[in-house]
């Protein structure tokens, strides 16, 4: 099923080809001027160069043909050669009863399905999640959603951080602290206990205040300075603790586990209440296993060399203009970092998943660590370079664009902000009267709804590269580009389908006559090309504009087209339908953008 700009380039396009012309030529895109035309092409200027005419005068030729189209109403020729269509009532009304019985509401399908890996949310054991987490676990969730809705099989796999230097220096704090837990024993292979020593709150304290102690300098260029905490033997004790964890110290194992399960129960708890899932709960450390043989098959083949008491690769290449370190593979303490076990995680993927393409949903500030490890990768010839892609992000940030604090300084965590978000979303429908109809636990559920649609909307309808302000009062509004607004008209829209239904009102066919059924009709068909845009560029805020233009086309279209008080049955019949064409699609596009809709307000 094409949309109205295929059907018109298609029709466009053979009017150039009967002039001897690329078929290419005929491509119908939306108008710049909807006062003056649905769709505008211009190819003319074009073919004028090619066959050295007016440019006119080919587009009065391709005009001409295209009125025989009934789905033109009017062809015209504009300036040098611009063609300006506008479609016609019956074109439209063909097009809408298309989109209202079609179950994927106008969306395509690729025409070859991808194995796909997509490696989202990324955390660190130890540390709870909070708001500069909330980028990437939501456009991954965004981007997994749309791939599989365009038909490729997806894997996702949040690749915790459990692995690195971050555990020595937990296990280090701890024997500083409790040293005399039976994990620290020399030796000592014997059974250790089942309840974990540690709290989250006991990891959230020790982390930060130990992680500082290793830092030889603080702050960022040009303001950095020496760090008047650091313990250079806190340091050296945490990397000899993460290389003997890594060589499998049997009291470091069973503490590891510890920190890990503590950690994964907040994780799943934020994750659940975003809606987000994850087919694999892998981390660095399941790739651990395959670090030996990865490296000697390295060796062997003169990849890896040693440099300095480590083994390193070289990925710098005679064209980079920039400088690109050696990827680490073995630090000259006999541990692994992250370069590491990123290239073993591409190498288990391949023996296991054979991805076509993998994306990784990771700040923007990790670019040269990915360019490197997938230059690596593409060395060893594990899973090509060209289908390894870093899909960076911008920061969440307060007002005056700075990181977002709370009041007191700290950073955000995201449960704070999930529920600040629920007692906001609760005190706004209460104000606007809505859901007062309803009990309180329903209630709660919609206000949670609307929260998450908030903070999810707010966040993915930017630009995935660039920063934003993250403004909680604003967001959670039922007017303007936000997700209350995309709700509110999804559920005003379910209110007239259980009226209509208490009425005995059904859909009929669909015929349009009003300006604001045109204009409905026309958003409801850009559906496909904005999500081809979102999935082609990876990009979550284009399906996010186009919800916004289909709830706003939809509110000028209820405003101006009385439905249930419509006399003529025909024409009530035909505005339900459309209205209910609507709302499938708004739901699958929310949906896309992992928005759940409550049936009422």
């Given at each position: 099923?094409?949309?109205?700009?295929?059907?018109?380039?298609?029709?466009?396009?053979?009017?150039?080809?009967?002039?001897?012309?690329?078929?290419?030529?005929?491509?119908?895109?939306?108008?710049?001027?909807?006062?003056?035309?649905?769709?505008?092409?211009?190819?003319?200027?074009?073919?004028?160069?090619?066959?050295?005419?007016?440019?006119?005068?080919?587009?009065?030729?391709?005009?001409?043909?295209?009125?025989?189209?009934?789905?033109?109403?009017?062809?015209?020729?504009?300036?040098?050669?611009?063609?300006?269509?506008?479609?016609?009532?019956?074109?439209?009304?063909?097009?809408?009863?298309?989109?209202?019985?079609?179950?994927?509401?106008?969306?395509?399908?690729?025409?070859?399905?991808?194995?796909?890996?997509?490696?989202?949310?990324?955390?660190?054991?130890?540390?709870?999640?909070?708001?500069?987490?909330?980028?990437?676990?939501?456009?991954?969730?965004?981007?997994?959603?749309?791939?599989?809705?365009?038909?490729?099989?997806?894997?996702?796999?949040?690749?915790?951080?459990?692995?690195?230097?971050?555990?020595?220096?937990?296990?280090?704090?701890?024997?500083?602290?409790?040293?005399?837990?039976?994990?620290?024993?020399?030796?000592?292979?014997?059974?250790?206990?089942?309840?974990?020593?540690?709290?989250?709150?006991?990891?959230?304290?020790?982390?930060?205040?130990?992680?500082?102690?290793?830092?030889?300098?603080?702050?960022?260029?040009?303001?950095?300075?020496?760090?008047?905490?650091?313990?250079?033997?806190?340091?050296?004790?945490?990397?000899?603790?993460?290389?003997?964890?890594?060589?499998?110290?049997?009291?470091?194992?069973?503490?590891?586990?510890?920190?890990?399960?503590?950690?994964?129960?907040?994780?799943?708890?934020?994750?659940?209440?975003?809606?987000?899932?994850?087919?694999?709960?892998?981390?660095?450390?399941?790739?651990?296993?395959?670090?030996?043989?990865?490296?000697?098959?390295?060796?062997?083949?003169?990849?890896?060399?040693?440099?300095?008491?480590?083994?390193?690769?070289?990925?710098?290449?005679?064209?980079?203009?920039?400088?690109?370190?050696p990827f680490m593979l073995v630090n000259r303490d006999g541990a692994v970092g992250y370069h590491a076990t990123d290239l073993a995680t591409i190498l288990d993927r391949k023996r296991n998943l054979d991805p076509e393409l993998s994306l990784y949903i990771v700040d923007e500030r990790q670019a040269l660590h990915f360019e490197q490890v997938f230059r690596a990768s593409d060395l060893a010839g594990y899973l090509p370079e060209k289908g390894l892609e870093h899909l960076g992000f911008g920061t969440v940030n307060g007002p005056g664009g700075k990181p977002y604090k709370t009041r007191d300084g700290g950073v955000l965590k995201l449960y704070e902000l999930i529920n600040e978000a629920d007692a906001t979303a609760l005190a706004r429908m209460k104000e606007a009267e809505l859901g007062a109809d309803v009990s309180a636990e329903e209630q709660a559920d919609i206000a949670h709804k609307v929260a998450v649609a908030a903070i999810k909307f707010s966040d993915l309808s930017n630009v995935r590269t660039t920063n934003y302000i993250f403004d909680l009062d604003r967001f959670i509004s039922f007017e303007g580009k936000t997700g209350p607004y995309l709700l509110y008209a999804a559920v005003r829209i379910k209110s007239l389908a259980r009226r209509a239904e208490a009425e005995g009102v059904k859909p009929g066919p669909i015929s349009i006559e009003l300006n604001a059924e045109r204009a409905l009709v026309l958003a409801l068909d850009g559906f496909g090309d904005a999500l081809g845009g979102a999935y082609e560029k990876r990009m979550p805020h284009i399906i996010c504009e186009h919800a916004y233009t289909l709830a706003q086309a939809f509110s000028g279209f209820y405003a101006a087209a009385p439905i249930m008080s419509e006399s003529d049955p025909a024409k009530k019949a035909s505005r339900f339908a459309l209205a209910m064409a609507t709302l499938k699609q708004l739901e699958l596009v929310l949906g896309l953008i992992g928005i759940e809709t409550p049936e009422r307000m």
């Open positions: 099923m094409k949309d109205l700009a295929g059907q018109l380039s298609d029709a466009a396009g053979a009017a150039f080809v009967s002039l001897g012309l690329d078929a290419a030529l005929g491509a119908m895109r939306r108008s710049d001027r909807p006062d003056l035309a649905d769709f505008q092409c211009n190819g003319a200027m074009a073919a004028a160069k090619k066959l050295s005419k007016n440019p006119r005068e080919i587009a009065t030729s391709v005009a001409d043909a295209l009125k025989a189209s009934p789905l033109v109403a009017s062809a015209d020729v504009a300036g040098p050669g611009f063609i300006n269509v506008r479609l016609s009532a019956a074109g439209l009304s063909a097009r809408a009863n298309e989109l209202a019985t079609d179950e994927r509401a106008g969306a395509p399908k690729v025409e070859k399905p991808r194995r796909v890996v997509m490696d989202f949310g990324g955390w660190n054991v130890a540390k709870e999640m909070h708001i500069g987490h909330l980028r990437s676990t939501v456009i991954g969730d965004s981007l997994q959603r749309t791939f599989r809705f365009m038909g490729d099989k997806v894997t996702s796999d949040v690749h915790l951080g459990d692995w690195g230097l971050q555990m020595g220096l937990l296990i280090t704090a701890l024997q500083i602290e409790m040293s005399d837990l039976p994990y620290f024993v020399e030796g000592s292979n014997g059974h250790f206990p089942e309840a974990s020593p540690v709290t989250m709150d006991d990891l959230g304290r020790l982390y930060p205040q130990y992680s500082l102690m290793i830092k030889e300098t603080i702050g960022e260029e040009p303001n950095e300075r020496p760090n008047p905490a650091y313990r250079p033997d806190i340091h050296e004790a945490a990397r000899k603790a993460t290389a003997e964890l890594q060589a499998g110290r049997p009291g470091y194992l069973a503490l590891w586990r510890h920190f890990c399960s503590v950690t994964r129960v907040g994780l799943e708890r934020e994750c659940a209440s975003l809606g987000v899932k994850f087919d694999l709960w892998k981390g660095e450390s399941d790739a651990n296993e395959l670090v030996p043989e990865m490296t000697e098959d390295l060796k062997s083949r003169g990849l890896a060399e040693f440099d300095a008491g480590a083994w390193i690769i070289r990925v710098k290449r005679e064209t980079d203009k920039k400088n690109m370190p």
